[in-house]
């Protein structure tokens, strides 16, 4: 079983930068594809990033290529989503997965609770 916990989401103005963490549990993170996922309000969950294991090959979605990174450091059992020049369709909450496969799935095997991001014009 692995748990995610997600933390750095808030409120930030149009233009401006976030970075999510998500800390997941136990001893195999470098074994797990991990991503990142988002859902706004009425409309259903997207995929956003991911990254695979070692960290060589990454995964953007069309509309944050150019804006958001994703990265991870394996040694401390975390993954990174650096989000610059935030827009107000970029409000949602946002939700890391692992899975044990190279790349990410539509339903990976693990979710993170969410965490709110909040995009004011």
């Known amino acids: 079983q692995v748990q995610l916990v997600e933390s750095g989401g808030g409120a930030v103005q149009a233009g401006g930068s976030l970075r999510l963490s998500c800390v997941a549990s136990g001893r195999t993170f470098n074994y797990f594809a991990m991503g990142w996922f988002r859902q706004a309000p009425g409309k259903e969950r997207e995929f956003v990033a991911a990254?695979?294991?070692?960290?060589?090959?990454?995964y953007n979605e069309g509309s944050v290529k150019g804006r958001f990174t994703i990265s991870r450091e394996n040694a401390k059992n975390t993954v990174y989503l650096q989000m610059n020049s935030l827009n107000t369709e970029d409000t949602a909450v946002y939700y890391c997965?692992?899975?044990?496969?190279?790349?990410?799935?539509?339903?990976?095997?693990?979710w993170g609770q969410g965490t709110q991001v909040t995009v004011s014009s």
């Open positions: 990254i695979t294991g070692t960290g060589r090959r990454t």
């Open positions: 997965a692992a899975d044990r496969g190279i790349t990410m799935p539509e339903n990976p095997d693990y």
